[in-house]
């Protein structure tokens, strides 16, 4: 963990849609939490996006990786994403650019229920809902090896290969390790389709088992994927922390989100230890509701929580989940969890709470 205690530099790229909305107010969050706590947070932001892609078509800098290695602590970014730019091009470069070249393996997502009023599932309460999702975040099916083979035609082929390297797996699940004994948990599950996927998820199971002996005291578990989820609907209580493959956990953590409230209340942080890494809300840009100041900024100023905890400002990181409990449960929501307030009131809203710890 970076020793940052008096001052923080945090690199900030609002991005497409929403981000450009809920961004500032975490930003705003962020500041009266160091305020109060007598620290600074210097923030400086970038204007890379759609808009700077069209005006210009820069996306990532060939130098940016670097330069965030050097001269910042965390990155805190908005979404990426935009009509105009039917390919996606942008956001590939810079958000999946940056998770390869900073090589930000884990991705961490606690889906955490807040207040029980937000849960879809009935009966259940905060103490139910309270485990994090670790998704290997650099490898799987995402890596974009595969191709086509008569593209266009009846007998078409279309490949997708499925990358799971022995590093790869196993720092993934050693960092989900650690990642439970340093916040208290005790239980882990480990999921894969090894029933099915019987060469990459071998690999999973082999080097699940051969770790679990450095860990005894965790409680492992493993289930199969399909098993992970209905277990997930149908008792949330048995887990903490879960670790998994890319694309098992980028479907969990969603279905995980959804169970503690939703899009609007998700945080998620891109992590390599000991390095720069990279803090955002789960949803995306929301073209929908993007420009109408309606966006919930939660989610953003819960990923500055995780941000600030990871720093080590973990009073001021607490100041901010305080804030949203309260937020939560006084019914000070934006429209999407039923509340009438904007992003900004919102915000501002946040921020005063915040201050009053000083
Ligand atoms: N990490 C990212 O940057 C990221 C993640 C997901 C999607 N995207 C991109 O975002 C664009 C839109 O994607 P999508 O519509 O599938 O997902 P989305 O998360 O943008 O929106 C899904 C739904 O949730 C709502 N929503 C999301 N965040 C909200 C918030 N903070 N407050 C209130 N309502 C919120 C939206 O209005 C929409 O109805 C696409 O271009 C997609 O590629 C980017």
């Not at 450009?20 to 939490?33: Q, R, W």
């Not at 969990?252 to 945080?267: E, F, P, T």
């Not at 955002?280 to 993007?290: D, F």
């Amino acid at each position: 963990m970076p020793e940052t205690a008096g001052k923080i530099r945090i690199a900030v790229i609002p991005g497409d849609g929403i981000g450009k909305e809920v961004i500032p107010e975490a930003c705003k969050v962020i500041e009266a939490a160091a305020r109060a706590g007598g620290r600074a947070a210097e923030m400086v932001s970038f204007d890379w996006g759609a808009d700077r892609y069209l005006a210009d078509g820069v996306t990532l800098p060939a130098d940016a990786p670097e330069m965030f290695r050097r001269e910042f602590d965390a990155i805190l970014l908005g979404a990426m994403g935009d009509p105009r730019v039917p390919s996606n091009q942008h956001a590939a470069d810079i958000l999946l650019g940056l998770r390869a070249k900073l090589d930000l393996y884990a991705n961490v997502r606690p889906c955490i229920l807040l207040d029980k009023k937000y849960t879809p599932l009935a009966g259940r309460s905060e103490t139910d809902i309270r485990f994090t999702v670790i998704r290997e975040n650099t490898e799987g099916l995402y890596v974009g090896v595969g191709g086509f083979f008569k593209k266009g035609t009846a007998d078409e082929v279309a490949l997708q290969e499925e990358v799971n390297t022995r590093k790869g797996v196993e720092r993934v699940i050693r960092f989900a390790c650690e990642f439970a004994r340093r916040n208290g948990l005790k239980k882990l599950c480990m999921s894969d389709k090894s029933n099915a996927l019987t060469f990459g998820h071998d690999l999973w199971q082999r080097v699940y088992h051969e770790l679990r002996p450095e860990y005894p005291d965790i409680a492992f578990s493993h289930l199969y994927v399909d098993t992970l989820v209905m277990q997930m609907v149908r008792d949330p209580s048995q887990f903490e922390v879960i670790v998994t493959c890319n694309l098992f956990g980028d479907i969990a953590s969603d279905l995980g989100a959804q169970l503690a409230g939703g899009l609007g209340l998700a945080g998620s942080g891109n992590i390599h230890p000991g390095s720069v890494s990279l803090f955002e809300p789960v949803h995306g840009s929301a073209p929908n509701i993007a420009g109408r100041g309606i966006a919930n900024p939660v989610g953003s100023v819960l990923t500055s929580a995780m941000m600030l905890a990871h720093l080590g400002w973990d009073r001021e990181s607490r100041w901010l989940d305080a804030a949203v409990r309260a937020s939560l449960r006084e019914g000070k929501t934006t429209p999407d969890l039923g509340g009438s307030m904007g992003t900004k009131e919102l915000g501002d809203w946040l921020a005063r709470h915040v201050a009053g710890h000083s």
